[in-house]
């Protein structure tokens, strides 16, 4: 199950070091805004890089989407 928290700026890290200390939990920190656009767009970039180098390389066939 996947939960999205609204944290204050100020009680990140706290937040954080608490989420860290149980071994249950997975962190996955997503900034939000223009950052946040930013990031998403390098993350498409780098796996889109990733599937095109593998398909010059003959690991994968390319797909039609």
């Given at each position: 199950m996947?939960?999205?928290l609204d944290i204050p700026d100020n009680k990140?890290?706290?937040m954080m070091e608490l989420l860290r200390s149980l071994s249950f939990v997975k962190t996955?920190?997503?900034?939000?805004?223009s950052a946040n656009e930013k990031a998403l767009f390098l993350?498409?970039?780098n796996e889109a890089m990733e599937?095109?180098?593998?398909?010059?390389?003959n690991k994968t066939q390319a797909r039609n989407t």
């Open positions: 996947k939960i999205v990140v890290g706290f996955n920190p997503m900034l939000v805004g993350g498409e970039w599937e095109s180098n593998d398909e010059l390389a």
